[in-house]
Structures are given as structure tokens and as C-alpha cells.
């Protein structure tokens, strides 16, 4: 399974949408993801026997027709849960609100460490 994959099958039971780097559905709150970085963890006889994953998972919600939002806290606990069933280990999380458009924006970001080509 790739690891795309992997994390939408984690994903799929968090409440919202779930798409790999861009959504074009027209739900007012979703959830988007991609890899940030990925790094050597381990090397032997120079060859790497274990490489780290960063995934950013990132929650958006527009306001709805009365300018409210949905509370994402609850949906953040549950892409945590999924993530942790995986093996992926939260490492930080922020609010990055897009003024411009006004749309609520969390990107919440993990480790794993794993053998390569699995």
C-alpha cells in the first residue's frame, strides 16, 4: 500500500472529507495532506535503512451562511487517533487563518520513522 493510501484509509472515518493536497468538493470543512519532508533515519554501509516521513495534515473550514464555523477540535482529535493507528506520531500543530479569504486553516504535523519501499 502506498503511503498515500495508507493515510486515506486512516483518514476516512474522521467526520470531513479527506483528499491528498487539494480539495474541490464543496464541503465547508475538510481535510487535505501531504508529505513535507522526507529524511534519512538510519544508514548502514552506506546505504539508508530507515527513512523519517513528515506528513502535514491540514483541517480548513469556511463560515458557514451565518459567518459560524464548525469547531475543528474534535475533528483534530480524531485525525491524532487515526494517525497515532499508523504509527504516526503528532510533532506540532498550528492555526495559519487565511485572512484574505477567511477561511479557518489548522495544519497539524507528524513522524514516522519506517523501512524504506514499504
Not at 493536497?21 to 529524511?39: K, M, P, R, V
Not at 475543528?72 to 497515532?84: H, S
Not at 479569504?101 to 519501499?117: C, G, L, Y
Request: hydrophobic share 40%.
Amino acid at each position: 500500500m502506498s503511503r498515500n493510501s495508507e493515510v486515506l484509509t486512516a483518514l476516512a472515518s474522521i467526520g470531513v472529507p479527506v483528499n491528498y493536497q487539494f480539495y474541490n468538493g464543496s464541503a465547508l470543512t475538510y481535510a487535505t495532506f501531504l508529505f513535507i519532508d522526507e529524511t534519512e533515519a538510519l544508514t548502514a554501509d552506506d546505504e539508508e535503512q530507515l527513512t523519517n516521513y513528515y506528513l502535514q495534515v491540514d483541517l480548513w473550514a469556511k463560515p458557514n451562511s451565518s459567518g459560524n464555523y464548525t469547531n475543528t477540535l474534535p475533528i483534530e482529535a480524531a485525525v491524532k487517533a487515526a494517525l497515532n493507528g499508523i504509527y504516526y506520531a503528532r510533532t506540532g500543530a498550528y492555526d495559519l487563518p487565511e485572512m484574505d479569504t477567511k477561511i479557518m486553516h489548522r495544519a497539524i504535523r507528524f513522524k514516522k520513522t519506517d523501512v524504506p519501499n514499504l
